[in-house]
């Protein structure tokens, strides 16, 4: 099974002297993944002060809030075949160390104008890529019956994104515009030195010998790069769209106050991060395809149900904290069948297409709902789309991934 290569003999960490080594390196990559997208986060909660302070309009604001994003998704892609060539162990220190530098632009000099803004933002968009690292290198350190849980543990570190959420304003508030910038870049440039004195990676670990055009084309020509994709974009791209857009949709669905709404939000994104690892625990525990069809089934159950608009409480409540669970656990789920069939020397490769294609996915639904919104004056037919999208997923799954995953375990029979 090519999955089983990467990474196998590792399990135990005996070659690096210690049983508890692999969780140390995970420990280690989580906590860097959750620093790296604190940073990635820190201006989305600002956009509203932004708006006021420099007279932005609404499309100005989007943009700045929307550019990490898209260059921290894009990003992952040539992050993710470089992590390939040279390893977690090299590249988790240069990515966190990179992200101090817009960091540091910002909270010293970029927030006097749109334009230092922008270009600050997209630089911190570098933050958004330690994903590509992590998946990999985490990965290896794993055998395959534990992999899945190993990589949902560690994509738990998007909680991250909360610690910006939690934290940005009140310092703005409290002790000025550059205090949250310089935290992070304080903490960042600590995690980067004890990131490099702790980090290893596994022994046995395969370099990718291609040059990173050539591997970048053999990536795109594997089926499991563009079946991960679809499921990644529905299930993280639906996590992402409803940790933005949902207040704003309980405030004009269902006329809750603003801080009613964010602390609904606030308590979907907990379930969905904690969800995540489950979806890859099951996963080694029963395999990708049943938890994959699950929770899409799930989430396509909910989504019509959540379509027909009923009383938040209980049943739209009940509808919204279930999809939040099912869509942490198919991220999960996602990310433990790349790990089982992507091959050797590659997972880096497609992590960071299917990563980029979670973070893009993220943006389409709250464009889609503003739309159908503006014109109807409901959401029902949004997430009657979503429930048709996810019930496509749950083919897509009992079909062509399903024939994948028996084909990579063909070899070890």
Known sequence: MAGEQFGSGTAGGSSAGSARTPWMMLACATLGFALNFWAWALLSPLGPRYKE???????????????????????????????????????????????????????????????????????????????????????????????????????????????????????????????????????????????????????????????????????????????????????????????VYLPAYLQAGYGLEQADAANRMAGFVLLAVLARPAGGWLSDRVGPVPVLVGVFAVVAVMAAVQALTPALMPVGTIAFLTMAGALGAGSGATFALVAQVTPVGQVGSVTGLVGAAGGLGGFVPPLVMGFIYGRLGSYGLGLALLSVTAAGCVVLTMTAIRALTIAARAPAR
């Open 53 to 243: 302070l420099l007279g932005l309009s609404p499309a100005q604001q989007a943009l700045l809030v929307a550019v990490p994003v898209i260059v921290g998704s894009l990003g992952r892609i040539p992050i993710g075949a470089l992590t390939d060539r040279f390893g977690g162990r090299v590249m988790f220190p240069l990515v966190s160390a990179a992200t101090i530098v817009p960091v540091l632009f910002l909270g010293l000099a970029g927030q006097s104008s749109l334009v230092a803004l922008l270009i600050g933002g997209f630089f911190l968009g570098i933050g958004g890529t330690a994903f590509a690292v992590g998946v990999p290198f985490v990965g290896a350190w794993f055998p395959p019956n534990r992999r899945g849980l190993a990589v949902g543990v560690f994509g738990a570190g998007m909680g991250g994104t909360a610690i910006s959420a939690l934290t940005t304003l009140p310092l703005t508030r409290a002790l000025g515009p550059a205090v949250p910038f310089l935290i992070n870049a304080a903490v960042l440039a600590l995690y980067a030195i004890v990131a490099w004195l702790v980090l290893r990676d596994a022994p046995g670990r395969t370099v990718a010998g291609q040059p990173l055009v050539a591997r970048m084309a053999a990536t795109l020509k594997l089926p499991v790069s563009w079946q991960a994709c679809v499921l990644y974009a529905v299930s993280f791209g639906g996590y992402v769209a409803f940790s």
